[in-house]
């Protein structure tokens, strides 16, 4: 049973049920989950079952794009406030493709099953349009990542990639491998180590185990445009 | 004016026109245009005026997004009764990028103007509904590219570049540059020209001025796979 101040949060949210019947708003929040999830966590992907739309209460996850041969693009990130519709494929009309989302900081969610938001999507326009909207934002997020793809030259994206990171853990000192890295840009983590011992040679950041510190955002900042 | 058989195919082509009232098909008709394309021309891109929906009669027409700094990706192609949404970006919430529609082959098409579609999609949910599907289909064109931007060497994607082209054509003998392979792939003509030369020392083809014959399709197929 969820509380008033989560009801509260997710009209904030979803601002299309202030113009849903009473009868169904009463089903969404009966039907509305409340998860607390753990870093790491996987609470979408291809195996698993549809999750429906996931609102984002607190926290931060990460969605990302899966290669048949394994290669990850991180496609967009929810933090507090955001709404994911990918996580609902299943009922979306011709999407073809699957988002993993997995947890990156311990993150309070709420979930509505896929099959109540179809029902309303069904009888409300107001719900379509939010779907529309919400969908063509991400498409939006996609192309932006596209373009990353082709227009910079890996330097450059790593060097966007570190100051993105930056901004979200609101420091200089960042916590990431160079694994991680290579996940999120899709390439090998040989390629990763050896832009990042010429970054740190040429004064931009410090490397230390498991950590990246900035030491010249301005540079990074020039290079990563 | 249209004819007859020009209303009888917009119809055809958008279904859900079934679904609206006389008064308002009257104002799609008369505001619906037809043009008849020759090859190279760019019909919708960054610079231009947002074109509307369109819908394709005959011919061939290929949808790519232009990097900031030149590159361009195939995105989709849209041959005859298939219809563009995202020439109607203007009108589209969220849509934050810009496709280019080039003519690849002589071709007719119909536009609505997309003021008169944003009309259309407020009041009917039809619309909305149709918009929503047609825009996810883009969305999973563009998925698929993104796949075979990272899940593939660059060898694998000129095998599926050729095979698609060829299929397009309905020849195995093609008319293409290495520029516009190049082109399409987002990469430099150096790199296509010497994966050709590489294939052609294999067998898999045989390169002439602006052609390529395929002369080994199956190897061709289980490379690009």
């Known amino acids: 049973m969820l509380k008033d101040e989560d009801l509260k949060f997710i009209s904030h949210c979803l601002p299309f049920l202030k113009h849903i019947d009473k009868s169904d708003l009463d089903i969404v929040y009966s039907a509305c989950s409340k998860s607390i999830l753990q870093p790491g966590e996987i609470i979408m992907n291809e195996e698993k079952e549809c999750r429906g739309i996931v609102a984002v209460n607190s926290g931060q996850l990460r969605a990302y794009f899966e290669s048949e041969d394994g290669k990850e693009i991180t496609l967009y990130r929810l933090l507090p406030n955001d709404v994911c519709i990918l996580t609902a494929s ?3 009309k011709n999407i073809t493709f699957e988002i993993t989302l997995e947890v990156e900081k311990k993150s309070t969610v709420f979930s ?3 099959k109540i938001w179809s029902t309303l999507s069904e009888k409300y326009s107001s719900v379509k349009e939010y779907s529309i909207a919400l969908v063509n934002r991400r498409f939006s997020d996609v192309m932006w990542v596209m373009e990353q793809m082709v227009s910079k030259n890996m330097g450059q994206r790593v ?3 570190l100051l993105e990171q930056a901004e979200l853990e609101h420091s200089r000192t960042i916590s990431v491998t160079h694994e991680e890295i ?5 390439t090998a983590r040989e390629v990763i180590s050896r832009i990042l011992k010429y970054f740190e040679n040429d004064g931009l950041l410090k490397l230390s185990r498991g950590r ?3 030491t010249d955002i301005g540079r990074l900042k020039k290079l990563g445009r």
């Open 159 to 161: 060097a966007s990639f």
């Open 90 to 92: 299943c009922v979306l």
């Open 212 to 214: 990246i510190t900035l």
């Open 112 to 114: 509505i099953p896929a």
């Open 182 to 186: 290579s996940k999120n840009l899709g």
